[in-house]
């Protein structure tokens, strides 16, 4: 079981950027997927970016060219840079992650998971 913590979230102005981290410990090897998901009140987790075992990333469509997913291999720690933020943006952020090399963008696929960040972005 990998045990994840995120930091980074923040409150700010639409057009602005945030970067989000994922600590992470308890790996058994390198072959683990990770991936960011995000909640808004009234709404389904949804995935934002997943990434592969071998850095190969994976984008919502809402997302793509504005966020960059990315991660240390040799400590695990998993990165989100946010950048141009919408206020359709807003959510609680989850870090996950999963054993094998393949990710999947379907949140029920992850067994590891952090409590969240917040982020709000305003108009």
């Known amino acids: 079981q990998v045990q994840l913590t995120e930091s980074g979230g923040g409150s700010v102005q639409a057009g602005e950027s945030l970067r989000l981290t994922c600590a992470a410990s308890?790996?058994?090897?390198?072959?683990?997927?990770m991936g960011w998901f995000r909640q808004a009140p009234g709404k389904e987790r949804e995935a934002v970016a997943t990434?592969?075992?071998?850095?190969?990333?994976h984008y919502t469509d809402s997302v793509k060219g504005r966020f960059t997913i990315s991660k240390d291999a040799g400590s695990g720690t998993l990165f989100l840079q946010m950048d141009n933020l919408k206020p359709e943006d807003t959510g609680m952020y989850y870090c996950?992650?999963?054993?094998?090399?393949?990710?999947?963008?379907?949140?029920?696929?992850?067994?590891?998971w952090g409590r969240g960040t917040q982020v709000t972005v305003s108009s």
């Open positions: 996950a992650a999963e054993p094998g090399l393949y990710a999947t963008m379907w949140a029920a696929r992850f067994s590891s």
């Open positions: 308890g790996y058994a090897n390198r072959a683990y997927y």
């Open positions: 990434i592969d075992s071998d850095g190969r990333g």
